[in-house]
Structures are given as C-alpha cells and as structure tokens.
C-alpha cells in the first residue's frame, strides 16, 4: 500500500533542478508515462526490505522484553 508513496518521494529527492514541483506534479507524470502500473514499480524489493526490517524489529523486541523481564 505504501509503494507509490515510495516512488513519488524517491522522484522528488532525485528532481534537484526544481524545487517547486509539487507531489501532484510527480503523480501526473509517472501517471501519464507509465499508467497506475508505474506506481507500483520495484514493489517486490519493499515487500522484501519490509520483510527484513520487521524481522529485526521483532527480534530486537523480543530480546529486549526478556531482558528487561529477567
């Protein structure tokens, strides 16, 4: 669900010539050049990372709640 949000921020952190293009702006051109497809480009690597970044959290969490008990 968070993938387009993830690609119109990556657009406009690479954009360095302007500074006032807005998120609409990004949104209407991947729209425009890619459909609603283009969204969702490179989805599967964030399914991964999300992957791997909530198995360290739990982990870490889980450590530290019997720790903290003990």
């Keep these: 669900a968070g993938n387009p ?3 119109l921020k990556t657009q406009m ?3 360095k010539e302007s500074k006032d293009k807005g998120i ?8 425009k050049y ?4 283009g969204f969702y480009e490179g989805y ?4 991964v990372r ?6 360290a959290y739990m ?4 450590i530290s709640k019997t720790w903290l008990i003990s």
């Design 5 to 7: 949000f993830d690609i």
């Design 13 to 15: 952190m690479a954009d």
């Design 24 to 31: 609409r702006y990004y949104a209407n051109e991947i729209f």
């Design 34 to 37: 890619k459909g609603i497809k």
């Design 44 to 47: 599967n690597t964030n399914v």
């Design 50 to 55: 999300a992957m791997v970044n909530n198995a």
């Design 59 to 62: 982990a870490v969490y889980d």
